[in-house]
């Protein structure tokens, strides 16, 4: 299916009567011919300014899954450190013909950084890196700290934001609490009815929601869309092949989160135009009509259907490494003796796809699914294990078959005959028509990598 002429995309627009699905068929097939991978990938570049949090969530993979590298950062990342990351990151940039960056202010809780660090370090950011590299600065909090002092400086400074939020107090506070054990939950929706009330609202960027599939999917989605949130994020708990998902709630043959969101899935899509845009959506179902998923949070980078991100980490202290979620695949798994002082961006990418986990090294399973374009082996981390590394589909096999599978054929669904026809031609067996069930692209996975049969009970 190729890159459509304006013509032929509205007329063919015009005849999908669902308000969302047009809008997305509109939005995949419009911007860049389907299809076809990017040609350069972009670099994000995640600066851990704050290395400690003032809330202590139980699911942090930064201090609570295993690795304890943090106790040896400094708190903050040093001048000198900022330095010598905008020189690596200026030079990676040239030597690939990368015009933009995208700058990550990251944690622990960046915010404890406060203002006059990260002034001077967005400041630095500019002198560094343009005219050759326009950096576009995003930064991640817990929205515990935000004030109004805040978003004036955000607004200055041009920095867009994310904030975490798991959901109603109930479920927020199931995890999200404070290092006294209270309630983190007033003060981030206090923080986001501030934001969403501001003149600098579009600054926000997403709300982040972690996936839980023991509450209730229709009253975290009705709470979003209640507090008028623009963009979230659902985001799959870090997870490993050693260190599976949930095994509590996950009986024999159980998709636990794909039942999960597949209700938060249809509520929105009946909403017919929703107000609030759930991205990971978006991106399938954009990926269902041939376009690719965004790169424009980083917590898509390596996710569903968006290999096309090339993550760096800046640890408060200088060492440079890969996704920081990886540290859930075991403690000191990201140190790889390299520093922005000492090493190049290139390195980290040398040393990653030696560790096969870039460049495109899916496992056999992965490279002969027919859902590869669309699921690209889940996340990075859920493909690991330390029997085979990187080598293994996704720990969510299961659960992202049995997800795209019901997205795909809602769509299908809701498109004019005509165009039904051609997305099932486009997607062959290579790609999306394989009518395989979840069971069957299942055991697919599972005949390269026999652990699945412990997650099947
Ligand atoms: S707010 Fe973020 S960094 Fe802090 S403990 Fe929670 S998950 Fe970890
Ligand atoms: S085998 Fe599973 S993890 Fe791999 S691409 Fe297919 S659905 Fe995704």
Same mark, same amino acid.
């Given at each position: 299916m190729g890159f459509l002429s304006n013509t032929v995309l509205s007329e063919q627009a015009?005849?999908?009567?669902?308000?969302?699905?047009?809008?997305?068929?509109?939005?995949?097939?419009?911007?860049?011919?389907?299809?076809?991978?990017?040609?350069v990938v972009p670099l994000v570049v995640v600066a851990k300014i704050a290395s400690r949090c003032n809330l202590n969530c139980a699911y942090c993979y930064m201090y609570n899954q295993g690795d304890l590298s943090y106790r040896s950062q400094p708190k903050f990342m040093s001048e000198t450190v900022q330095q010598s990351l905008f020189d690596r990151v200026k030079g990676y940039c040239l030597r690939n013909q990368l015009s933009e960056v995208t700058i990550v202010l990251h944690g622990g809780e960046s915010l404890l950084a406060g203002p006059s660090r990260i002034v001077s370090l967005a400041h630095r950011a500019r002198e560094h890196l343009l005219p050759a590299v326009r950096p576009r600065l995003l930064l991640q909090t817990n929205g515990t700290l935000l004030s109004e002092e805040w978003l004036e400086f955000f607004s200055r400074l041009g920095i867009g934001f994310s904030i975490s939020?798991?959901?109603?107090?109930?479920?927020?506070?199931?995890?999200?609490?404070?290092?006294?054990?209270?309630s983190s939950y007033g003060r981030v929706e206090a923080a986001l009815r501030l934001v969403l009330n501001s003149r600098h609202a579009s600054l926000l960027t997403s709300v982040n929601a972690l996936i839980q599939p023991t509450t209730d999917p229709i009253a &975290?989605?009705?709470?979003?869309? @209640?507090?008028?949130?623009?963009?979230?994020?659902?985001?799959?708990?870090? #997870?490993?092949h050693d260190r599976p998902p949930l095994p509590s709630v996950a009986g024999p043959g159980e998709t636990p989160f794909a039942d999960w969101l597949i209700c938060v899935f249809d509520a929105w899509f009946e909403d017919m135009a929703p107000s609030v845009d759930l991205r990971l959506f978006t991106n399938l179902v954009k990926m269902v009509f041939g376009g690719h998923g965004s790169t424009t949070n980083m917590h898509?980078?390596?996710?569903?259907?968006?290999?096309?991100?090339?993550?760096?980490v800046c640890e408060a202290d200088g060492g440079l490494e890969p996704l920081?979620?990886?540290?859930?695949?075991?403690?000191?798994?990201?140190? &790889?003796?390299?520093?922005?002082? @000492?090493?190049?961006?290139?390195?980290?990418?040398?040393?990653?796809?030696? #560790?096969?986990?870039?460049?495109g090294q899916l496992c056999g399973?992965?490279?002969?699914?027919?859902?590869?374009?669309?699921?690209?082996?889940g996340g990075l981390s859920h493909r690991y294990s330390a029997i085979n590394g990187f080598d293994n589909p996704s720990v969510y096999c299961r659960d992202l078959t049995k997800l795209i599978n019901h997205v795909r054929a809602r769509i299908l669904s809701s498109v004019p005959s005509g165009l039904r026809l051609e997305l099932e031609r486009d997607y062959d067996s290579s790609r999306l028509t394989s009518q395989k069930t979840a069971e069957e692209q299942f055991s697919d996975a599972r005949s390269h990598f026999p652990a699945l049969e412990l997650t099947e009970g």
């Open positions: 015009e005849q999908i009567t669902h308000p969302l699905v047009r809008r997305l068929f509109l939005r995949a097939r419009g911007s860049s011919p389907a299809g076809t991978p990017q040609r939020l798991d959901g109603p107090p109930t479920v927020n506070d199931r995890n999200r609490l404070d290092h006294l054990g209270k &975290l989605y009705e709470h979003f869309r @209640n507090l008028k949130v623009p963009v979230v994020d659902l985001l799959w708990p870090e #997870a490993t898509h980078a390596g996710y569903i259907g968006d290999p096309y991100a090339f993550v760096a920081d979620v990886l540290k859930v695949c075991g403690p000191e798994f990201t140190k &790889l003796g390299l520093s922005v002082h @000492n090493d190049e961006i290139d390195a980290l990418n040398t040393e990653m796809q030696r #560790a096969g986990a870039l460049g399973a992965c490279r002969k699914c027919s859902l590869r374009p669309v699921c690209a082996g």
